[in-house]
Nanobody, 125 residues
Framework: QVQLVESGGGLVQAGDSLRLSCAAS????????MGWFRQAPGKEREFVST?????????RYADSVKGRFTISRDNAKNTVYLQMNSLKPEDTAVYYC?????????????????WGQGTQVTVSS
């Protein structure tokens, strides 16, 4: 099993920045990619970004965050980060960290077996 704990969410104004962290514990060698998803009230969970966990880092981004968000990893700390700049009100959502044991850097939520509890990000206009 892999346990994921997100942190770093909060209330900010449009244009501000936040950095989310996701610390993994347990069978951390069992996953090959980690991703971030988000879910706004009344909407489905959507892909934000993902990064491979070993070797050369391969990352992917949703079009809506490309150029504003950056995903990174610290293998020594078993932690993945999401640096979010130029935040917009439409970025308001609960952000979830997820780990994929087999599918890799997929944009599909079904490709991730492990999920954190989520952290709230609220961007005011």
């Amino acid at each position: 099993q892999v346990q994921l704990v997100e942190s770093g969410g909060g209330l900010v104004q449009a244009g501000d920045s936040l950095r989310l962290s996701c610390a993994a514990s347990g069978r951390t060698l069992s996953y090959i990619a980690m991703g971030w998803f988000r879910q706004a009230p009344g909407k489905e969970r959507e892909f934000v970004s993902t990064i491979s966990w070993s070797g050369v880092a391969v990352s992917r981004y949703a079009d809506s965050v490309k150029g504003r968000f950056t995903i990174s990893r610290d293998n020594a700390k078993n932690t993945v980060y999401l640096q979010m700049n130029s935040l917009k009100p439409e970025d308001t959502a609960v952000y979830y960290c997820a780990a994929s044991a087999g599918t890799g850097t997929t944009v599909r939520a079904a490709g991730y077996e492990y999920w954190g509890q989520g952290t709230q990000v609220t961007v005011s206009s």
